[in-house]
């Protein structure tokens, strides 16, 4: 069983004498930063130039270049992009670093990968809210907070755990549950879970539903209603209600087809894929890929892009949402 926690279970004065410096001051940045202070953290801003300086500063605070920052810190929050932590971090932070203070993360693949290798002489924790930055700021000024992950993979100073869990009280995590896990555990499953179901498989289902409708003989119209829009509507039902509660929802008929058919369709075949996709996070056989990739430009990224946003079912999306009010 994991651990959770919540409010209860934290000393709110566990960062009373620490001063953190948001390094990264977009989604995740803003709106952890803004809930940190509001909790009545000293929250500092580390920008790069032209990366932010300005909306940091509207929000009242203290900004400084990322080195100076890094240097002003006891706990160093990166909350930049995956991939720019390498350079960031070889160029501002890593001399900065003394012992006993904390760098902090909301995404492990840097550490987990070792792009990133820090000093032994200092903490290295994680705090990870499950939803977006927006989310999270909305959550905190109702009350509530979006749940988070923690994970400490080195502890310098004896209160790396202590350090992580006041940041997750003080952005609003432990007021809903914090769940304790592993830097290894946080980055694979991640990678995995957007690989095979969040991104790459609910994209490439929606394609090959969309595709075979077509095929078919039905008008991509229809098609699109049937693959793609109406997708919303059932993940909204499974997001509220998990998937019996959705099935609960939907006609004798939708519950008859999908239990029945769904298996045949999402078959063993597709579960044999996934665990290849498994051994490739796991072995670093994809973040190898990744990091030579976005060396060389992203080129297969970029091309893929173009290739989606040409598709059929983008074009006719488009047309249906702006039909609907959803896309101007």
């Known amino acids: 069983m994991v651990n959770v926690y919540y409010d209860k279970d934290v000393d709110p004065s566990i960062l009373r004498d620490e001063v953190i410096a948001i390094i990264g001051y ?20 580390g920008c790069r130039p032209g990366k932010s300086e300005g909306l940091a500063k509207s929000d009242g605070f203290e900004t400084y270049p990322v080195d100076e920052a890094a240097r002003r810190a006891t706990i160093i929050y990166v909350l930049l992009p995956d991939m720019v932590h390498r350079e960031v971090y ?13 760098l902090c993360f909301s995404h492990g693949f840097s550490i987990h990968y070792k792009q990133v290798a820090p000093p032994p002489f200092v903490d290295v924790i994680m705090v990870a809210p499950k939803g977006p930055g927006p989310l999270v700021r909305e959550n905190y000024l109702r009350g509530s907070g979006v749940p988070a992950l923690i994970a400490v993979e080195q502890d310098y100073s004896g209160r790396a755990k202590q350090r992580a869990l ?8 432990t007021r809903v549950g914090v769940i304790e896990t592993t830097f290894k555990d946080e980055t694979e499953s991640d990678l995995i879970g957007e690989q095979t179901v969040l991104v790459g498989g609910l994209m490439e289902l929606i394609k090959a539903g969309f595709e075979v409708l077509v095929e078919a003989g039905y008008p991509p119209e229809l098609a699109y209603f049937e693959a793609c829009n109406e997708a919303k509507l059932i993940m909204d039902l499974i997001y509220k209600s998990g998937i019996t509660g959705m ?49 060389k430009g992203a080129p297969t990224l970029k091309r893929l892009m173009e290739e989606t946003e040409k598709s059929t079912i983008e074009v006719v999306g488009k047309k249906i949402r702006k039909m609907a009010g959803i896309e101007e």
């Open 26 to 45: 977009g989604s995740q940045g803003r709106n952890q930063g803004l809930n940190l202070r509001d909790s009545g953290i000293k929250v500092i801003v």
């Open 90 to 102: 070889e160029k501002h932070i890593k001399e900065n670093l003394e012992p006993g203070k904390a």
């Open 166 to 173: 006041g940041i997750a009280r003080a952005i609003g995590a």
């Open 247 to 295: 099935l609960k929802a939907v006609s004798d008929t939708a519950k008859y087809g999908g239990l029945v058919i769904g298996p045949k369709v999402i078959d063993e075949h597709v579960k044999e894929n996934m665990r290849r996709v498994v051994e490739e996070v796991k072995s670093g056989v994809f973040a190898g890929k990744w990091i030579e990739e976005y060396e």
